[in-house]
């Protein structure tokens, strides 16, 4: 059995050990890039979801490198993601892929159980090993993505005090490539000291005043930086501390009923939109009106073409709450014909504006200390300390 899945950023690593710890053999696709891009474009509907079109060429690509089980999330609810894995199975198919399966992957409530049996049908192992080594995949899983989620906050800040261009950048790549070769326990128990180690032998400018500037959108959108356009990179190297809470940890908590922050979120923007109408619309809208609250210099809301509840967040926050909390935003919508110029000369115009406000408000002092968990904070020492 030969398994694979489709690009989402970092979290490759965490998909990788999964499935490795099943017992099956994974094939991860190549990165996400032009290739995979445009045969997904060719083949898809021409106004579905960006993200359909992306990862339809993430599992082109995995098949022609001889996988014969892909896995793909699903979901209910209004969003057009329940639908992916089926049509893209048939899209597959009808161009001659036949030797493969597609294993759709129930994520609607994660208590409710249903992937656990979905997840057996990926184990090498059909005996009671198969027990062990599911409930040893969902223990790494855990793991790995919150470690990847803090390799992600201390890049978001990191970058925006770095002397010399690229340091941060390398610092993750080095990184990850560490987290997936620790494969025991005990290492990754160990390893948020080894990202806060390395972070701290960056050569860094402490006196700094970065613009802050809060990125959020939808998943696969802010997740994967190819489709994005690497927006997090642009935004460090243009002197902002990014901050994202959106993260593989950061649903899986969320899909468990563990995830208190968007509870938070949740409690912020119900007066706005009272349910869950799907993507990421409620927790946009609160996280929006939470950094507002703590005194951001602006939001970045992104997310694909013709997303109908990323357009309702979007129409919400120009229409009323901008009004109310006066936090400059702007939107990126990303499809095939989103290029990186444009991108940057609008986020240059966004920054010079943040400037301007900050100049003009006299804001310089820092977050509230209630604002980001405890590995935020550690991170903000190591920069004062540096």
């Known amino acids: 059995m030969k398994v694979s899945f489709p690009n989402m950023g970092f979290n490759r690593v965490g998909f990788k050990t999964f499935f490795e710890c099943m017992g099956a053999e994974v ?12 045969f997904g474009v060719k083949h898809s509907p021409e106004f579905v979801c960006f993200p359909f079109k992306a990862t339809l060429g993430d599992f082109k690509n995995a098949l022609d490198q001889g996988a014969d089980t892909l896995v793909m999330a699903i979901d209910c609810g209004p969003c057009r993601f329940g639908f992916y894995a089926s049509v893209q199975e048939r899209i597959l198919r009808d161009l001659g892929y036949k030797d493969f399966r597609m294993v759709p992957l129930d994520q609607a409530d994660l208590l409710e159980f249903k992937w656990v049996k979905t997840l057996f049908t990926t184990s090498a192992q059909k005996d009671l090993k198969m027990y062990a ?10 793991k790995k993505s919150k470690l990847l989620e803090d390799i992600q906050t201390a890049e978001g800040i990191f970058r925006a005090y770095e002397q010399n261009q690229g340091d941060t950048t390398s610092v993750v790549d080095e990184l990850l490539k560490k987290l997936d070769e620790t494969n025991s326990l005990n290492g990754l128990r160990q390893f ?4 806060k180690e390395e972070f701290s032998k960056m050569d860094i400018d402490k006196k700094r005043k970065p613009l802050r500037v809060g990125l959020s959108g939808e998943i696969h959108i802010t997740l994967e930086p190819y489709v994005n356009l690497d927006i997090r990179r642009k935004l460090g190297e243009l002197g902002c501390e990014v901050h994202q809470s959106l993260s593989l940890y950061d649903w899986i908590m969320h899909k468990l009923h563990l995830n208190y922050h968007r509870k938070w979120l949740e409690h912020l923007s119900r007066p706005y939109v009272p349910m869950d109408i799907g993507g990421e619309c409620v927790w946009v809208l609160g996280e929006y009106i939470y950094k507002a609250k703590a005194g951001f210099d602006g939001f970045i809301h992104q997310y694909p073409f013709t997303c109908m509840p990323e357009v309702t967040a979007r129409t ?33 115009a966004f920054v010079d504006l943040m400037e301007g406000r900050r100049e003009k408000l006299k804001k310089h002092e820092k977050l509230p200390g209630e604002y980001g968990n405890n590995f935020y904070h550690e991170c903000i020492k190591l920069v004062q300390i540096g």
């Open 27 to 38: 094939i991860v696709p190549e990165p996400t890039n032009r290739n995979t891009l445009k």
């Open 133 to 142: 080594n599911a409930a040893k995949a969902v223990i790494f899983l855990l």
């Open 192 to 195: 948020r000291s080894v990202i």
């Open 316 to 348: 919400i926050i120009t229409n009323k709450l901008k009004q109310m909390y006066d936090l400059p935003i702007i939107y990126f919508s990303f499809d095939e014909q989103s290029g990186v110029e444009g991108m940057r000369t609008r986020l240059e």
